[in-house]
């Protein structure tokens, strides 16, 4: 079996690592593609490293633009690609925009299309990724859940049965593959910080970032819970070129994007997360780190109801509160089932099992065969 595994975001390539490693232990035949979403060292270039992901096979650098010159750049590329390639599946995960393009093509080319992390929904249809997700469920042929609540979310949409599969969380599979490592670089201490004693800051999402009002009123407020608890804030690019023409306040600590591992050892040690992002949401849950969300919705309500995360919203007082509450209490630590480091090796095992292999063609006949 020949799989064409896609990756083209951060988060993308945390959660592609266990699918290829697995898919390469039950004998499958690989091809790792890049679609060049996120480029920049930062973003991409560590991840491969810290990860120990191989050189992409195949790079098609699309780069950065509005979201239908992206995603119509990673569509024209793949389908180039697929086309000398062959597959008899394609993987993608997540729900960015080289997610839904890829896929759109594999399943226009009459490939088969399997999604990693199918049936999240935020329900606010003004998100991109709700868009991509709702999208990319609806052309694949295998859709990997993450929880039951997913599965619950995919059968009331109309799948079949026979299409969903409940694998787990591959992002919790490349989290506890790598968090001794991580702990071993002794990130937080590098940067001055006490294990415990800090709080740890992201913000992407286009709602939260793209308002110069919202951005600058949460930049406030971290500034406000920053005078009781020292605050790390590794700045997305998307956030670092709104952020500059905001004050930003003393105690909350703007750092570059991290690495996979410094940013997970980071996290690891944290009282306390903020964040708009969907991976963190699901770490700090396998972590038994507390998370406040910033946005108003999650696609990852497993992260609530079995997890230690907490949907705040925007609201100053809302968001201290909570944090105050947490710092001063904590939280129980949950974890959702299936969350245990084998989703890689449960999706390779439904792949090698399930997907039609290719008959050969004559081309693929050796010369002089009959
Ligand atoms: C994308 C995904 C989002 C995901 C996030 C993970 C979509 C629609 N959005 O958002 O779902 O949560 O990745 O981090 O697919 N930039 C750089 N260097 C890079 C990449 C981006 O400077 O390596 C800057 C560019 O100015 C670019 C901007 O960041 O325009 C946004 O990048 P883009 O990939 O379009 O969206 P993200 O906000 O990163
Ligand atoms: N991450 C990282 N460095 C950072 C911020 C995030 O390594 O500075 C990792 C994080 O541990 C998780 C992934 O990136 O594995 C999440 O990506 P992101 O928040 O960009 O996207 P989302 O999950 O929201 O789509």
């Not at 697929?82 to 839904?100: F, H, Y």
């Not at 998307?238 to 994007?257: E, F, M, N, Q």
């Not at 949907?311 to 245990?340: F, Q, S």
Request: proline share 6%.
């Amino acid at each position: 079996m020949h799989a064409v595994c896609v990756a083209g975001a951060r988060p993308n390539l945390v959660k592609i690592k266990p699918v290829l490693d697995a898919l390469e232990m039950a004998g499958a035949a690989t091809t790792f593609v890049h679609t060049g979403q996120h480029y920049d060292e930062s973003m991409s270039g560590v991840f491969l490293a810290d990860l120990g992901i191989r050189t992409p096979d195949r790079f098609l650098g699309v780069g950065s633009g509005t979201h239908a010159e992206q995603t119509g750049k990673v569509m024209v590329a793949f389908e180039a690609e697929l086309e000398k390639l062959g597959a008899d599946v394609v993987v993608v995960t997540g729900d960015v925009n080289s997610t839904v393009a890829c896929a759109l093509v594999a399943a226009k080319a009459g490939v088969q299309v399997a999604h990693v992390e199918a049936g999240l929904r935020s329900r606010d249809w003004s998100m991109p990724e709700e868009v991509n997700r709702v999208v990319t469920d609806r052309v694949s042929d295998y859709l990997f859940a993450p929880s039951e609540d997913a599965t619950a979310t995919l059968a009331a949409e109309g799948y079949r049965a026979d299409q969903v599969h409940l694998v787990g969380n591959v992002m919790v599979d490349s989290l506890l593959a790598n968090l001794d490592r991580a702990r071993e670089r002794g990130t937080p201490a590098r940067f001055g910080l006490e294990a415990g004693g800090y709080g740890l800051v992201t913000l992407h999402r286009p709602a939260n970032v793209d308002e110069p009002e919202v951005l600058a009123s949460l930049v406030a407020t971290l500034g406000t819970l920053a005078a009781d608890l020292p605050l790390v804030f590794p700045v997305h690019p998307r956030t670092r070129a709104r952020l500059g023409a905001l004050d930003v306040p003393t105690g909350l600590r703007l750092l570059d994007p991290q690495g996979y591992l410094d940013f997970v050892a980071l996290e690891a040690d944290a009282a306390l997360v903020l964040t708009d992002s969907g991976g963190i949401q699901e770490e700090t849950t396998a972590l038994g780190v507390p998370c406040l969300t910033l946005r108003e919705n999650t696609e990852r309500p497993v992260t609530v109801a079995e997890g230690t995360n907490q949907v705040v919203g925007r609201d100053p007082a809302r968001i201290l509160a909570a944090a105050r509450a947490v710092v001063d209490h904590g939280v129980e630590p949950r974890c959702p089932a299936l969350w245990d480091g084998h989703a890689g090796r449960r999706i390779a095992a439904v792949l090698t099992d399930q997907v039609p292999t290719r008959t050969l063609r004559p081309t693929d006949l050796p010369a002089g065969g009959s």
